[in-house]
Every structure is written in structure tokens, then in C-alpha cells.
């Protein structure tokens, strides 16, 4: 299994703000996924960020609004931009095994203010 | 589009009962289905996964099943113990790895 880390755990920040969350992994992986988790909700894939290439959004999500980069194969950032209450949620990043297992990391929860 | 569905959506226990919790989906186009544990604001630990042309598999105490045909699983824990309390996911793999589909979780108390 990979061990994955976030940065930062938690973070309080001002509307109209941007947030970049850190996602890094202990080994290299092909493929990086992120997560939102609203508040008393299950999860919801963001997009897909691959080493190299443009990132693939999920419907409902856009590039201004999540940009995403992928300089290499352990390391990924999420940016959350023009903060609203809103995006208040837990973002979490995750990895997929070789078996097609996905291990995700301990996750960072943004609230706005 | 594919939905995942768990019941019941709370279960309060008393330690050392056998469970079990439920996971349907919409449709049995999927690759494999895993089962998740997350504790309150933590990340998501993975527990089980079955793939498609498997019917179950097992970890320690947990148990679980996969009726892709009727769109189906369930997780068993035997023996129930207070450290099992827990939120518990199941998603569907749509995509062969490229994206899970989660239903909206079983929040399980085990009381002492």
C-alpha cells in the first residue's frame, strides 16, 4: 500500500481567497485522484491529474475553479480559488494501486469564512 | 449514471454482535467494488476489495460479499468491538481505477 500525505491538515481562510493543498506520495504512481467531501456527505471525484498531462475534471468541475498540478510521479497540488463558504469540505487526494486499489491520504479540511 | 446506496444509514450495536452492513448499485457495469473505513476527520482506510468476477473476500473479522448481477454487497464484521466504530464507505469502480463512485456511508457505534 502507499502511504500519502497532505499539506496542510486543516485550514481556516477568508472568501475570496485561494487555498493550495499538497498531496505527496511515498512511491511513483501513474495516477492521482482528488476528492471533495462535503460536510455530512460521501465523496465526490474532482479530477484526475496524471504526471505530464492536463488534469480530466469531473462535471460540475472546472479549471479556474480547481487547478491542478502534477510536476512528477509523487507529488501533486490542488488549488482552490475565489473562496466561498461554499467550498467549505474536506479535500483528500488518493492513488491507485497496481491491483486497482485505492489508498487515499488523511485528507484537509477547509473551512471559509 | 451509477448510484450506490447503503443501509441503514446509522447502526448502534452493543460489543460483540455480528453485523452487517449493505451496499447496492445501480449498475453491475463495474470493475470492483471497496469497502472503506473513516474515522471521524480522518482520511479513508481501505478494508476490503472484490473485483468483478470475484463474490468475496475476507480480512480478520470483516467479510465481504459481491453479487454484481444484482447489484450487491455486504460487509459482515464478526465479534463487534468498540474500535470498530467508524464511518464505513463502499464505492464502485467505474473505470477500472479511474473513478469510484461512493455511496453515502454506514456510520456504525459499538457500545462497550
Known amino acids: 500500500s502507499a502511504v500519502i500525505s497532505q499539506k496542510p491538515s486543516r485550514d481556516i481562510c477568508q472568501r475570496g481567497t485561494s487555498l493550495t493543498i499538497q498531496c505527496q506520495v511515498d512511491?511513483?504512481?501513474?495516477?492521482m485522484f482528488w476528492y471533495r467531501q462535503q460536510p455530512g456527505q460521501s465523496l465526490t471525484l474532482i479530477a484526475t491529474?496524471?504526471?505530464?498531462?492536463?488534469?480530466?475534471?469531473e462535471s460540475g468541475f472546472v479549471i479556474d475553479k480547481f487547478p491542478i498540478s502534477r510536476p512528477n510521479l509523487t507529488f501533486s497540488t490542488l488549488t482552490v480559488s475565489n473562496l466561498s463558504p461554499e467550498d467549505s469540505s474536506i479535500y483528500l487526494c488518493s492513488v491507485e494501486s497496481d491491483s486497482y486499489e485505492q489508498y487515499f491520504g488523511p485528507g484537509t479540511r477547509l473551512t471559509v469564512t | 449514471k451509477q448510484e450506490v446506496t447503503q443501509i441503514p444509514a446509522a447502526l448502534s450495536v452493543p460489543e460483540g454482535e455480528n453485523l452487517v452492513l449493505n451496499c447496492s448499485f445501480t449498475d453491475s457495469a463495474i470493475y470492483n467494488l471497496q469497502w472503506f473505513r473513516q474515522d471521524p476527520g480522518k482520511g479513508l482506510t481501505s478494508l476490503l476489495l472484490?473485483?468483478?468476477?470475484?463474490r468475496e473476500q475476507t480480512s480478520g473479522r470483516l467479510n465481504a460479499s459481491l453479487d454484481k448481477s444484482s447489484g450487491r454487497s455486504t460487509l459482515y464484521i464478526a465479534a463487534s468491538q468498540p474500535g470498530d466504530s467508524a464511518t464505513y464507505l463502499c464505492?464502485?469502480?467505474?473505470?477500472?481505477?479511474?473513478?469510484?463512485?461512493f455511496g453515502a456511508g454506514t456510520i456504525l457505534r459499538v457500545k462497550s
Open positions: 472484490i473485483q468483478s468476477s470475484q
Open positions: 464505492a464502485v469502480d467505474i473505470e477500472y481505477g479511474n473513478k469510484l463512485v
Open positions: 512511491s511513483q504512481v501513474t495516477m
Open positions: 491529474a496524471n504526471q505530464g498531462s492536463e488534469a480530466t475534471y
